[in-house]
């Protein structure tokens, strides 16, 4: 077992780049990545990695050697899931993604109910509303709103979330009430946008009555964090496009108005995305069915009290 540790050890390093990262994925400590490293390396009898105080560069075997690794712990990992499925005790280790919003009011609150149900099973949930790489970044399940980059992942729908803009009621008062998109850019309105290292989208898409069509808005504020667009928006900052869902309490109390109901932007998809060899595992299938119908819900409840 200590040799597949190692290994796996050597493909988190590999694939994060960074012994210091690798070690706080598995929770252990620098000198142990370090000494699974070295050990690894003794075994093999080549430097698996180049290391300076700055940086750690896979060599050309070290390279070589990381598809094989990922080709043993993806075997392993296979049969050990035909073992769970046989003895209907799924256990392991569940690394989940979703956007921020998503994460805090959907996924987060059920997962104590999941571990209760499934108490082998431990979960790291990870929450960021940049675009993360699956394999890259170890993940068994991601949940996305939008259209996923990678169309080699398997998707599971779960539903259609129904987006609006919103504005404070002082805001309103300030710069006025824009009816549509046009009235957006024209205007030099304020709006408040979603925007991280690699975002390819600055443009919102909005239904026009001559279809979707996109708007470049601009504005003085912008965040990687979605609910921060909210406070932003809370305290009169200016315009946000958000997800019907999380911002449906501010949308009932009136502390926020849908603005430019004319051009509505489009709803998106909620999805959960996987690769082929993930969706073999139970875990990962138990997870994504425990969530779905409890997400698909908690969606249509919000909507509906908005």
Not at 157 to 162: G, H, L, P, S, Y
Request: aromatic fraction near 6%.
């Amino acid at each position: 077992m200590s040799y597949l540790e190692n290994i796996r050890t050597f493909v988190r390093v590999y694939e994060l780049g960074s012994m210091s990262a690798a070690g706080r994925d598995l929770r252990i400590s620098p000198a142990v990545t370090s000494a699974r490293i070295s050990a690894l390396e003794d075994h093999l009898a080549v430097r698996l990695f180049q290391r300076t105080t700055r940086s750690l560069t896979p060599t050309a075997q070290g390279k070589a050697f990381y598809g094989g690794a990922c080709s043993v712990l993806d075997a392993v990992d296979y049969a050990e899931a035909q073992v769970t499925d046989l003895t209907e005790n799924p256990k392991g280790l569940l690394h989940v993604a979703a956007p921020l919003g998503v994460g805090r009011r959907l996924i987060a609150p059920h997962v104590p109910d999941f571990t209760t149900e499934y108490p082998l099973i431990d979960v790291r949930l990870r929450m960021t509303d940049r675009n993360v790489d699956m394999t890259a970044e170890g993940l068994d399940l991601a949940f996305h709103l939008g259209k996923p980059a990678d169309s080699n992942l398997r998707i599971r729908k779960i539903a259609d979330v129904a987006r609006v803009l919103v504005a404070s009621p002082a805001y309103i008062a300030r710069r006025g009430h824009p009816v549509d998109g046009a009235a957006l850019v024209g205007d030099g309105h304020d709006c408040l946008n979603l925007r991280f290292p690699g975002a390819s989208e600055f443009q919102w898409r909005l239904m026009t009555a001559d279809g979707p069509q996109k708007f470049r808005v601009a504005g003085r504020l912008e965040s990687d964090d979605g609910d921060v667009l909210t406070d932003w928006a809370l305290a009169g900052q200016g315009v946000a496009l958000k997800p019907r869902f999380e911002v449906a309490e501010h949308l009932a109390s009136g502390a926020l108005i849908p603005v430019a109901e004319a051009t509505p932007p489009e709803p998106v998809q909620m999805a959960c995305l996987y690769t082929h060899r993930r969706h073999q595992d139970p875990k990962t299938r138990l997870f994504m069915e425990f969530m779905t119908g409890r997400i698909a819900s908690a969606i249509k409840a919000a909507e509906s009290v908005s």
